[in-house]
């Protein structure tokens, strides 16, 4: 049985963007531990719990059906991209899950899959940080990419989790200028139910 979806449209710098759901529906706290560390209740959507599984789990049981479920709402539009670019990992995990999804995706649908778009420095994590302005100090030169192979293109630039779309927004914007790109479009797995 297919993955159940439910895609929004995301807004940013690109050219159409697409989150397949939200990731959590909702989210209670239940307590603080002997830590400090906050412990929520969260119900994830359909895709939202086969993506936290893999990326916070290593579970790869489930890229199958997350990789179906991309494939499948990206067939009628498989002619307006010829390149996916997975955004780069921000820290070390045993499984990449953009990586290994955006492979998956790319030869299911028989389009090339790039690792074009490189760091400068290794990235600071923006998870924690909300104000705008940090992020954009944090991002500011962090992207480079080689024009001689995005020149051109369309491109779909990938991304597992879509929280404020300050690191898509950078690096359209880096495809656009030194990559020369025809269009950028966006798709990421899920995105947060608030963006921060």
Same mark, same amino acid.
């Given at each position: 049985?297919?993955?159940?979806?439910?895609?929004? #449209? +995301?807004?940013?710098?690109? %050219?159409?963007? &697409?989150?397949?759901? !939200?990731?959590?529906?909702?989210?209670?706290?239940?307590?603080?531990?002997?830590?400090?560390?906050?412990?929520?209740?969260?119900?994830?959507?359909? +895709?939202?719990? !086969?993506?936290?599984? !893999?990326?916070?789990?290593?579970?790869?049981?489930?890229?199958?059906?997350?990789?179906?479920? @991309?494939?499948?709402?990206?067939?009628?539009?498989?002619?307006?991209?010829?390149?996916? +670019?997975?955004?780069?990992?921000?820290?070390?995990?045993? &499984?990449?899950?953009?990586?290994?999804? @955006?492979?998956?995706?790319?030869?299911? %649908?028989?389009?090339?899959?790039?690792?074009?778009?490189? =760091?400068?420095?290794?990235?600071?994590?923006?998870?924690? &940080?909300?104000?705008?302005?940090?992020?954009?100090?944090?991002? *500011?030169?962090?992207?480079?990419?080689?024009?001689? +192979?995005?020149?051109?293109?369309?491109?779909?630039?990938?991304?597992?989790?879509?929280?404020?779309?300050?690191?898509? *927004? #950078?690096? =359209?914007?880096?495809?656009?200028?030194?990559?020369?790109?025809?269009?950028?479009? &966006? %798709? =990421?797995? =899920?995105?947060?139910?608030?963006?921060?």
């Amino acid at each position: 049985m297919p993955t159940k979806i439910n895609p929004r #449209e +995301i807004k940013g710098a690109w %050219l159409k963007g &697409v989150a397949l759901d !939200l990731h959590t529906l909702k989210s209670e706290l239940v307590g603080t531990d002997e830590h400090g560390h906050k412990h929520f209740n969260t119900t994830y959507s359909e +895709i939202g719990g !086969l993506l936290h599984r !893999l990326k916070y789990r290593s579970d790869l049981s489930v890229a199958r059906a997350t990789i179906e479920a @991309a494939t499948g709402f990206l067939t009628p539009y498989r002619e307006k991209f010829d390149l996916i +670019i997975p955004v780069p990992a921000s820290g070390y995990r045993p &499984v990449q899950p953009v990586q290994h999804l @955006a492979a998956g995706i790319g030869a299911a %649908l028989g389009v090339a899959l790039s690792d074009c778009v490189k =760091t400068t420095r290794p990235p600071a994590q923006l998870k924690g &940080v909300d104000d705008p302005d940090k992020r954009k100090e944090l991002l *500011n030169g962090l992207y480079t990419v080689d024009p001689a +192979i995005t020149a051109g293109k369309n491109v779909l630039l990938f991304d597992d989790l879509y929280r404020s779309g300050s690191t898509m *927004n #950078e690096i =359209t914007g880096v495809l656009y200028g030194v990559g020369q790109t025809a269009s950028v479009r &966006v %798709l =990421t797995i =899920t995105c947060t139910r608030t963006n921060r």
